[in-house]
Each structure stands twice: as structure tokens, then as C-alpha cells.
């Protein structure tokens, strides 16, 4: 695995962590991945599914679920 595939795994990981605290799962605790493609092809900055996301994309990425992560929490 080349250092540039570690730093994309590490920021899809980053997401997937992001998807389970906003409780993006399925009833056995799974991510939800229809729910998280869906969401990312319609609002996702690049509108696409997250694994088509390259390691220079997914920094922007990251930070936007982050955002959507402190609106999750605010308005709990």
C-alpha cells in the first residue's frame, strides 16, 4: 500500500467515524453506506460515492462532514 492510499484510507476512516457518531448505521451497527453514498452523490462536494474520492479530494471532504458533524450535535 503506497503512503498516498494510507492517507486516503486514514481520511475514509476519519468519515466512517464522523457517519457512526451521527448514527449513520444500520440496526447491527454497521455504516449505512446507501445512506452515506446517497448523502455524499447528492451534497458531497464533488457529488460522487465516497471511495471514488482521491486522497488530494478527500481533505475537502473530511472538513465538510466535520461541519455537518457540528450541526448534527447543535442541534441535538
Do not use: F
Not at 43 to 50: F, V
Not at 59 to 70: A, G, R, S, Y
Amino acid at each position: 500500500q503506497s503512503e498516498k492510499d494510507k492517507q486516503a484510507d486514514i481520511m475514509r476512516k476519519k468519515i466512517l467515524s464522523i457517519c457512526h457518531e451521527m448514527q449513520w448505521e444500520k440496526p447491527d451497527g454497521a455504516i449505512d453506506w446507501e445512506r452515506l453514498n446517497g448523502w455524499l452523490t447528492k451534497y458531497g462536494y464533488l457529488h460522487k460515492e465516497l471511495n471514488k474520492y482521491n486522497v488530494k479530494e478527500l481533505p475537502t471532504l473530511v472538513t465538510q462532514l466535520e461541519e455537518i458533524l457540528k450541526h448534527y450535535y447543535a442541534s441535538r
